[in-house]
T-cell receptor, first 112, second 115 residues
Framework: SQQGEEDPQALSIQEGENATMNCSYKTSINNLQWYRQNSGRGLVHLILIRSNEREKHSGRLRVTLDTSKKSSSLLITASRAADTASYFCATDSRGGADGLTFGKGTHLIIQP | GAVVSQHPSWVICKSGTSVKIECRSLDFQATTMFWYRQFPKQSLMLMATSNEGSKATYEQGVEKDKFLINHASLTLSTLTVTSAHPEDSSFYIC???????????FGPGTRLTVL
C-alpha cells in the first residue's frame, strides 16, 4: 500500500538554485531510498539511508532522515537542467527481502 | 554494475491475448526480484515478490492467476499478463536485489498497451 507522501507534488526552480523535496511515511522502516525517474523511463537509484542514520551525502545530494517524525528530505544543490525528473522516496521494513513502498513523487522542473 | 534489463521495452496487444515480460539481472545474481506497476502520472505499486525456485508472493488485490510470475533462475524472472484487457495497460517495472544488499536496482520498464 502507498504510505509515502512527498511534498511538494511539483516544483519548478531556476537552474543553479537548490531544490528540496520532503517525504513522510507512516510505519516503521528499515531503510529509506530515493529514486529519480525521467519521463517514461525506469528508476535510477540515488541514495539509501538506514533507519539508524540521520544524514547522508552523495555528490550534490543530501538526504536527511527523522524517524521520530517519520520524514525524510532530499536536497539537490546547484540544480541543473538535467535534474528535471520525478523523484520518489521508497521505504522497506525488512531490507532487501522487502518490496518497496513508494511515495507519490515530486515532479521537479529546472528552468534553464 | 548492478544492471537490470527488461524485454520488451513496449508492447501493444489485442484484448484477450497474453503477454510475457522478462526481467534479467545482467551482472549479478538476484535471489529476489520484485514486480511493480505504474499508471500514468502515478507512483509505483508493488505487485509481487519473486524468489528464485519458489512461488511468488502477491500483494493484496493482485490476481495471481492473471499475473503469472516465474523465477526459474538467479538472473531471470518473467511476468505473464494473461488474457490482457485495456485496464491492464500500464508501465511494468521490475527490480532486483543483489545478494545480501538492500538496494533495489530497477529495470527500464515495459510499457504495455492493450487495445
Amino acid at each position: 500500500s502507498q504510505q509515502g507522501e512527498e511534498d511538494p507534488q511539483a516544483l519548478s526552480i531556476q537552474e543553479g538554485e537548490n531544490a528540496t523535496m520532503n517525504c513522510s511515511y507512516k510505519t516503521s522502516i528499515n531503510n529509506l531510498q530515493w529514486y529519480r525517474q525521467n519521463s517514461g523511463r525506469g528508476l535510477v537509484h540515488l541514495i539509501l539511508i538506514r533507519s539508524n542514520e540521520r544524514e547522508k551525502h552523495s555528490g550534490r545530494l543530501r538526504v536527511t532522515l527523522d524517524t521520530s517524525k517519520k520524514s525524510s528530505s532530499l536536497l539537490i544543490t546547484a540544480s541543473r537542467a538535467a535534474d528535471t525528473a520525478s523523484y520518489f522516496c521508497a521505504t522497506d521494513s525488512r531490507g532487501g527481502a522487502d518490496g518497496l513502498t513508494f511515495g507519490k513523487g515530486t515532479h521537479l522542473i529546472i528552468q534553464p | 554494475g548492478a544492471v537490470v534489463s527488461q524485454h520488451p521495452s513496449w508492447v501493444i496487444c489485442k484484448s484477450g491475448t497474453s503477454v510475457k515480460i522478462e526481467c534479467r539481472s545482467l551482472d549479478f545474481q538476484a535471489t529476489t526480484m520484485f514486480w511493480y506497476r505504474q499508471f500514468p502520472k502515478q507512483s509505483l505499486m508493488l505487485m509481487a515478490t519473486s524468489n528464485e525456485g519458489s512461488k511468488a508472493t502477491y500483494e493484496q488485490g493482485v490476481e495471481k492467476d492473471k499475473f503469472l510470475i516465474n523465477h526459474a533462475s538467479l538472473t531471470l524472472s518473467t511476468l505473464t499478463v494473461t488474457s490482457a484487457h485495456p485496464e491492464d495497460s500500464s508501465f511494468y517495472i521490475c527490480s532486483a536485489v543483489s545478494g545480501a544488499g538492500d538496494t533495489q536496482y530497477f529495470g527500464p520498464g515495459t510499457r504495455l498497451t492493450v487495445l
